[in-house]
């Protein structure tokens, strides 16, 4: 089991800067590759960023150049740098967990991050 607590949401202005920060407990985090999603309202979740057990990160075409997903295994936390904020940013953001050998998936809870003037 992995339990994970996102945090560092909340209201900025377009062209601002968010650090999110996914704090997981209950099993050996760097097992798990880990991944943020978000959600906008009347939208489904989409994948944002992720990075694999070994470093290696991907990210979607709108969020490219912008945001940075990084891992820091000595502290159980994965984090999601987002610059250059736009509106169309706005979603709840979701931090994964993901066991590439036994396919188990956890999921936080979520944290909203609007971007508005």
């Known amino acids: 089991q992995v339990q994970l607590v996102e945090s560092g949401g909340g209201l900025v202005q377009p062209g601002g800067s968010l650090r999110l920060s996914c704090a997981a407990s209950?099993?050996?985090?760097?097992?798990?590759?880990m991944g943020w999603y978000r959600q906008a309202p009347g939208k489904q979740r989409e994948l944002v960023a992720a990075i694999t057990r070994g470093g290696s990160t991907n990210y979607a075409d709108s969020v490219k150049g912008r945001f940075t997903i990084s891992r820091d295994n000595a502290k159980n936390t994965v984090y999601l740098q987002m610059n250059s904020l736009k509106p169309e940013d706005t979603a709840v953001y979701y931090c994964n967990a993901n066991h590439p050998l036994t396919t188990a998936d956890y999921w936080g809870k979520g944290t909203l991050v609007t971007v508005s003037s």
């Open positions: 209950g099993s050996i985090f760097r097992l798990y590759a």
